[in-house]
């Protein structure tokens, strides 16, 4: 071979192992992905996505195509839209989470399929599903994403909801979003620590600018439980406060509310704690309440402040029933996140909870965050007391509004349901209403309309700024209430909900079977219903 050739040869065996090598590094350190914008990353598949992945949660398949099915009937509209990101926790193990989890995207799917048929307003919703990994451990690169989008002409995102767990790394999330400029309305957030604080004077103390919570903080739930209770008449109560000492934003405000309630009856024994190892995982916390169960049974106590998660309230009530001390019934009372305890309970649960004469040993009543019967049964009662003090019924004029609004809603709602099932739109199960999930989040998505189709400028084909949509929180009341499924949504200079009821609810074992969910009442947090349309009170007032 002449000594040209043998160089060409040379060099190109060289580069050919050169884009050899070449080919492997970038093989080898591209993302595993598991889907469109989506990255695997120690087994969890984080990202954002809108494309009807459903993050290997088979739960969501259904109802996450057909968000994807209505983010293209908008795109083909060739209408200006904008994109709407609902955050949260999309992967579990635990079968009773991933239920979960389908609910709060059955509610997203309802909202936005409203908030984009309303009377034609612009712009539509585009929703698109952001896994921040389990308990928001990937929040920061979910974050990063989403700032891009918020500045891409093409995706315009506008807003983020979602939401439902107070922990540490939520708040990072809130925090590094709002500093941002992308509004946030956290739909199922009921801790107190990511939250502007209103002050005396009608003005705010904004950590969280362009921050919307549409559920009452644990301080107004605990006070509309006290509320509620004192109503009632239960004044002789012994109470004692069971709290989880794990840094956790939701039982760190609920034990704070639930120990300043002033108590009207005899006192009970001081507060105890355990301390359990994450929000999903028991540990020893079953060793623990057998000992905090004997030392209230051995107190006078007849009703518990449980200041905890689900998966420990459930093990709790448990304990507390086996103890079976001198024939007693307890109370335990907890706050929103209790709205999921009969989801976790089997018919074996609800045997234990019961004694061998069938009776209740325990029940357990919380503050939920909406229920399906609220409404007409408060309805039906206050029309009946209405009745007896004029001798006549109430005409349509005299019914209060903070009952009947949410009413209509809630009817909607149903016929949203309805209209699915007619168009052959499978949502993986017909909504669980009962459990306030579907009902909340499709709050926060027609919220979300609401503050859009009011910053919407006179130029059809524009879209409003960050900036405009997150001014509109404050102005969402007065004549410009939402009327939501879990009530008038009114919210104040910080971005919070007014006076918003919450359903008190309780599980009650029964006799035999399955336990009953039953609605009880509504709790106010300022003791007394929302003001005629919805006008916030000045502090003077």
């Known amino acids: ?14 580069i050919g192992g050169a884009a050899a090598l070449v080919f492997a590094y970038l093989l080898l350190t ?26 290997g949660t088979p739960e969501i398949t259904d109802v996450a ?26 992967q579990s193990d635990r079968e009773a989470l991933r239920r979960q989890m389908r609910s709060d995207l059955q509610g997203a799917y309802l909202g936005q399929r409203q908030a984009n048929a309303g009377e034609g307003e612009l712009p539509k919703i585009r929703l698109v599903l952001a896994n921040p990994g389990q308990d928001y451990g990937r929040q920061s690169k979910v974050v990063d994403t989403l700032l891009r989008m918020a500045a891409s002409p093409e995706d315009r995102l506008r807003a983020v909801t979602g939401f439902n767990l107070s922990l540490a790394a939520t708040e990072a999330a809130v925090a590094r979003l709002t500093e941002n400029k992308i509004p946030v309305l956290a739909a199922r957030i009921s801790g107190d620590r990511i939250a502007n604080e209103d002050r005396p004077d009608g003005m705010a103390k904004v950590r969280f600018p362009g921050l919307a919570r549409i559920l009452p903080t644990n301080h107004d739930a605990a006070q509309a439980l006290a509320n509620f209770n004192g109503e009632r008449g239960r004044q002789n109560l012994r109470t004692v406060l069971v709290f989880d000492k794990r840094p956790d934003g939701y039982n760190e405000s609920l034990a704070k509310a639930f120990s300043r309630i002033e108590e009207k009856g005899p006192a009970g024994p001081a ?69 999921s305890l009969r989801q976790d309970m089997t018919e074996k649960d609800w045997a234990r909870l019961r004694g061998d004469d069938g009776r209740a040993k325990v029940t357990v009543q919380y503050a939920a965050p909406a229920h399906p019967d609220a409404w007409a049964t408060e309805l039906t009662a206050w029309t009946k007391k209405y009745t007896a003090a004029h001798d006549r019924k109430p005409a349509d004029q005299d019914l209060p509004q903070y009952l009947t609004e949410p009413k209509a809603a809630l009817d909607t709602l149903r016929q949203q349901i309805g209209a699915t099932r007619r168009e052959g739109i499978k949502l993986g199960s017909t909504p669980n209403l009962e459990d306030s999930r579907t009902m909340l989040v499709h709050d926060g998505l027609i919220t979300i309309g609401k503050a859009l189709h009011q910053a919407q400028k006179n130029d059809p084909e524009s879209v409003p700024t960050r900036e405009d949509v997150g001014r509109q929180w ?17 919210l104040t200079t910080g971005g919070n909900a007014y006076d918003k009821p919450a359903a008190i609810v309780e599980l009650d074992p029964g006799r035999k079977g399955p336990g009953t969910l039953k609605f009880v009442g509504l709790g106010w947090p300022t003791g007394k219903p929302q003001p005629k349309n919805c006008v916030i009170p000045s502090s003077t007032s």
């Open 30 to 55: 591209k993302p595993d992905t598991c889907a469109d914008g989506v990255e695997r990353i120690d087994g969890e598949c984080i990202g954002v996505n809108g494309e009807g992945y459903d993050f």
């Open 474 to 490: 404050s102005l969402l009341q007065s004549r410009h209430r939402v009327q939501g499924t879990s009530g008038l949504i009114c």
């Open 1 to 14: 071979m002449p000594r040209w050739r043998k160089i060409l040869f040379s060099l190109s065996v060289v």
């Open 65 to 90: 195509r057909a968000i994807a099915h209505e983010n293209r009937s908008i795109e083909k509209q060739n209408q200006p839209y904008v994109t709407v990101a609902m955050m949260l926790p999309l």
């Open 271 to 339: 507060a105890m704690s355990f301390e359990s190892p994450s929000i999903d995982e028991a540990g020893s916390t079953g060793n623990q309440f057998t000992q905090t169960a004997n030392n209230i049974c051995d107190s006078r106590a007849d009703t518990i402040y449980f200041a905890g998660r689900t998966l420990h309230l459930r093990i709790f009530a448990l304990k507390l029933a086996e103890v079976g001390c001198k024939d007693r019934h307890y109370t335990i009372v907890s706050g929103s996140d209790a709205a």
